[in-house]
DNA sequence: TGTATATTTAGATAAGTATCTAAATAATGT
DNA sequence: ACATTATTTAGATACTTATCTAAATATACA
């Protein structure tokens, strides 16, 4: 898992919201760039960095690119916020 | 809740760090700044974006400035993660 | 009040990032 | 093979961010 690359791609919110619009369903590159001002070649950026985290996943489907949320990096995505905000003491183990 | 500010905020490795730090108990700046590698003034940037996204508090103890977790954004952590990661069909109400 | 210590602020610079336009790649249909 | 549509890649530019040094602020103590 890429930290790293996670945090980064989360920190911009035009990445959060494709985010937040491929949890109602896979969705093609072209349909997402056209609910955003943005160029087509802009979001294929950031499609980009979402993929080098592992935050969706992509698909050919004929001349289309289908991208869907990784569902799989949401557990590990949990397990970075908690270990940010454990409190030590409350450590058992 | 400062949505961005919180994502860019733990967007950098070494304020991540200084959360870690922090979760073994309130550190003064100093004490902090010990332990990287950068000038005293670079890690007070990091504690200012920390600061604005609610991430820490601090309270003056004579010289020193006292830099805690704030634990109370961890729930609106969580659910960010939650909300950005939650699939739309899953959801009851 | 003056000096020492702790921390932040200001201003500069270099590195990183978001966006654009134009060109390249890939699949489809004729 | 060629034209069309969908998407990505390359290269350029503007904006943002991380870091530095030097100066400013705040507290403590003599």
Redesign the pocket.
């Known amino acids: 898992m890429k930290q790293q690359a996670i945090f980064?791609a989360l920190?911009?919110?035009?990445?959060r919201r494709i985010l937040k619009l491929l949890q109602k369903g896979s969705m093609?590159?072209?349909?997402?760039?056209h609910t955003?001002?943005?160029?087509?070649?802009?979001?294929?950026?950031?499609?980009?960095?979402l993929?080098v985290a592992d935050l969706v996943c992509?698909e050919?489907?004929?001349?289309?690119?289908?991208?869907s949320l990784n569902s799989t990096v949401f557990e590990d995505m949990a397990r970075l916020v908690m270990d940010l905000f454990a409190v030590q003491e409350e450590r058992k183990k």
């Open positions: 980064r920190a911009d919110p035009s990445r093609t590159a072209g349909e997402l760039a955003f001002d943005f160029t087509q070649a802009s979001l294929s950026h950031h499609f980009a960095v993929k992509t050919r489907r004929g001349q289309n690119i289908v991208y």
